[in-house]
Structures are given as structure tokens and as C-alpha cells.
T-cell receptor, first 114, second 118 residues
Framework: KAGVTQTPRYLIKTRGQQVTLSCSPISGHRSVSWYQQTPGQGLQFLFEYFSETQRNKGNFPGRFSGRQFSNSRSEMNVSTLELGDSALYLCASSLAWVGDTEAFFGQGTRLTVV | AQKVTQAQTEISVVEKEDVTLDCVYE???????LFWYKQPPSGELVFLIRRNSFDEQNEISGRYSWNFQKSTSSFNFTITASQVVDSAVYFC???????????????FGSGTRLSIRP
């Protein structure tokens, strides 16, 4: 079966712009989580969506937001981009909740803010 | 608070050597899950193992083995007869059951970069 698909794979944006990243989970998976990976902070939890509801949120500013659609696809939006937002953004797909079974990760979207 | 510590930032060994990656975790909950993920240069996280807090039995999968010890809050990962293809960053992670102290998320360690030299 198809894996987790994240688009786009690479993005270059300018400070102050906004960006939307997309994640299509594995068919049948209802939980989608987002993580930010940077060399300095490592892998940090952004938020988790389940059945179109945000179930949990990490310690990120309000510029980071997301949503989930009825087909479980999820989008993540970052507004007013800052240089520090440059990172690899990973999406994880799981059946019910992220620790219940293995979470499958996409290849990520590498965002560069210049 | 939840925390996962991988004290080894980088490890480099010669091919065919055995190597152990250490992982120490902190949690207040009695029910939790531990994971190991591999991140090759391509970027995606590849699931290796999931272990719940009630199952301390060690596990072996081919050249990979895991040693879970609740008494020391450790969940170490050993690669036997390492190969160049094992070169990657390895992450240990912790997840608690939703409805307890935190909701559904994975807490990752900082990762160990493993280099296997030919």
C-alpha cells in the first residue's frame, strides 16, 4: 500500500512569507502528526490531528497551524516565516494514536527560509 | 516530565563490529511505549521496533537486538556484525498513552549518528 506522502519535498521561501505543507497519510489511518527537525533542537512535536480535530499541540508559536480534512489528509501552515523556521518537517501517519502502533513517516518537506 | 536521552552523539565503527546505541528515558506513567527509528540520508524515519512498558522481554530481529530494562529506564539497541548500510541516524523515542499525563505524541531523543566504515 502507498506510504505517507508529503508535498512539496523542497521549498525556499523568503522571510515574512507564509507556507503550506501537505501530508497524505496511509489509507485508513486517521491520526496525523507533524514534527519539526532542526540540527539544534532535534525532532520536536508540532501537533496531532485525529478525525479533523487537533488533539494535541506542542510548544510552538501561533504562527504554526494545521488542519485535517475528512479524507485524513492534513496541511500545516506557517505564517510570517522566520529564518529559524528553516527545517525538515515530517508528517507521521498512524491508525488511532501515534503510540498505539508504529507510526509511518513521510520523507518530509525541507523548508529553507532566506 | 517525559524525556529521552541518547548520550552518544556520534559513533563510528569498522564494518562487522558490533555496536550498541544507548537510550535512557524518563516518564511518570506506568504505561508507555518505546520506539527506535532509523533515519537514512533520504530523511524519512523508518520504524524499527515498538515495545510497551509491560513487556521487558528482549527482542532479536536478524542482526538487530534490543535490551529493555525498566529498572534502569533503558532501552538499548545493538547491531551485530554491522554493515555499511546501517549508517544512519538512530532515534530512540517515547510515547505515553493518551488520557494520562499527556496526549498522543512521540518524544524523541536527540539521535545517534552511526557511521560504519568499510
Amino acid at each position: 500500500k502507498a506510504g505517507v506522502t508529503q508535498t512539496p519535498r523542497y521549498l525556499i521561501k523568503t522571510r515574512g512569507q507564509q507556507v503550506t505543507l501537505s501530508c497524505s497519510p496511509i489509507s485508513g489511518h486517521r491520526s496525523v502528526s507533524w514534527y519539526q527537525q532542526t540540527p539544534g533542537q532535534g525532532l520536536q512535536f508540532l501537533f496531532e490531528y485525529f478525525s479533523e480535530t487537533q488533539r494535541n499541540k506542542g510548544n510552538f508559536p501561533g504562527r504554526f497551524s494545521g488542519r485535517q480534512f475528512s479524507n485524513s489528509r492534513s496541511e500545516m501552515n506557517v505564517s510570517t516565516l522566520e529564518l529559524g523556521d528553516s527545517a525538515l518537517y515530517l508528517c507521521a501517519s498512524s491508525l488511532a494514536w501515534v503510540g498505539d502502533t508504529e507510526a509511518f513517516f513521510g520523507q518530509g518537506t525541507r523548508l529553507t527560509v532566506v | 516530565a517525559q524525556k529521552v536521552t541518547q548520550a552518544q552523539t556520534e559513533i563510528s565503527v569498522v564494518e562487522k563490529e558490533d555496536v550498541t546505541l544507548d537510550c535512557v528515558y524518563e516518564t511518570r506513567d506506568t504505561t508507555y511505549y518505546l520506539f527506535w527509528y532509523k533515519q537514512p540520508p533520504s530523511g524519512e524515519l523508518v520504524f524499527l521496533i515498538r515495545r510497551n512498558s509491560f513487556d521487558e522481554q528482549n527482542e532479536i530481529s536478524g542482526r538487530y537486538s534490543w535490551n529493555f530494562q525498566k529498572s534502569t529506564s533503558s532501552f538499548n539497541f545493538t547491531i551485530t556484525a554491522s554493515q555499511v548500510v546501517d549508517s544512519a541516524v538512530y532515534f530512540c523515542a517515547l510515547s505515553e498513552v493518551p488520557g494520562y499525563s499527556s496526549a498522543s505524541k512521540i518524544i524523541f531523543g536527540s539521535g545517534t549518528r552511526l557511521s560504519i566504515r568499510p
